[in-house]
C-alpha cells in the first residue's frame, strides 16, 4: 500500500518521502483497529445508507469492516469474498446496483 510514494513525489516536487511516510503513518499505522477518517462515535450515529464491502488486507481489514456493519444503524454488507467467482461477483455486482438505486437522491423539482 505504500509502494506509490515515490512515483508521487517524482511528479509532486511539493511533496517529499518523509510527507509521504508521515501520511501512510496516519493512515494506516496510527490506531489500525478502526478506519482512518472517522471515529467509532460518528459511525454510531451516522445516519446516511452505506453498502460496506468487506476485504482483509493490512489496510483494509475484515473486522474494521464488520465493526462498521455493527455500529451504523444504515450499514448494508455484501458477502465476503466478493471478487474470486464469478457468479458471488455478479451477484454483489447486482446488490451494489440495487443499493444505489434504492439510496440516489430525490430528483429536485424545476
Same mark, same amino acid.
Request: net charge negative; aromatic share 10%; proline share 7%.
Given at each position: 500500500?505504500? =509502494?506509490?510514494?515515490?512515483?508521487?513525489?517524482? +511528479?509532486?516536487?511539493?511533496?517529499?518521502?518523509?510527507?509521504?511516510?508521515?501520511? #501512510?503513518?496516519?493512515?494506516? +499505522?496510527?490506531?489500525?483497529?478502526?478506519?482512518?477518517?472517522?471515529? +467509532?462515535?460518528?459511525?454510531? =450515529?451516522? &445516519?446516511?445508507?452505506?453498502?460496506?464491502? /468487506?476485504?482483509?488486507?493490512? =489496510?483494509? =481489514?475484515?473486522?474494521?469492516?464488520?465493526?462498521?456493519?455493527?455500529?451504523?444503524?444504515?450499514?448494508? $454488507?455484501? $458477502?465476503? /469474498?466478493?471478487?474470486? &467467482?464469478?457468479?458471488? #461477483?455478479?451477484?454483489?455486482?447486482?446488490?451494489? +446496483?440495487?443499493? #444505489?438505486?434504492?439510496? &440516489?437522491?430525490?430528483?429536485?423539482?424545476?
Amino acid at each position: 500500500h505504500d =509502494s506509490w510514494g515515490p512515483e508521487l513525489c517524482a +511528479r509532486r516536487t511539493d511533496l517529499t518521502m518523509a510527507t509521504v511516510d508521515k501520511y #501512510l503513518h496516519n493512515l494506516y +499505522r496510527v490506531d489500525p483497529d478502526f478506519v482512518y477518517s472517522v471515529s +467509532r462515535d460518528f459511525v454510531r =450515529s451516522c &445516519q446516511t445508507p452505506m453498502l460496506v464491502m /468487506p476485504d482483509d488486507t493490512p =489496510s483494509h =481489514s475484515y473486522e474494521a469492516a464488520m465493526e462498521v456493519v455493527a455500529l451504523a444503524p444504515k450499514a448494508e $454488507v455484501t $458477502v465476503y /469474498p466478493w471478487k474470486e &467467482q464469478k457468479d458471488v #461477483l455478479a451477484k454483489t455486482i447486482n446488490q451494489v +446496483r440495487d443499493f #444505489l438505486l434504492v439510496h &440516489q437522491p430525490a430528483k429536485t423539482a424545476r
